[in-house]
């Protein structure tokens, strides 16, 4: 992961997490192919504020 610096409070302590729900994780499947193995979501993040840097698909 790329050193980042949040824009809302500065701060350098950027975190990665993965995007889930209450019954399990999260997953983007292709637009026009609903079979085709789909890619979890991931997210940058500040770790003082929770600001969102980032979101994007692990295996794209």
Do not use: W
């Amino acid at each position: 992961m790329e050193n980042h610096i949040c824009p809302k409070c500065n701060s350098a302590d950027i975190k990665k997490g993965l995007m889930g729900a209450t019954v399990g994780q999260v997953y983007l499947y292709p637009e026009n192919n609903l079979r085709k193995k789909p890619s979890s979501i991931s997210a940058e993040y500040c770790k003082d504020c929770g600001y969102i840097l980032s979101f994007y698909v692990d295996t794209p």
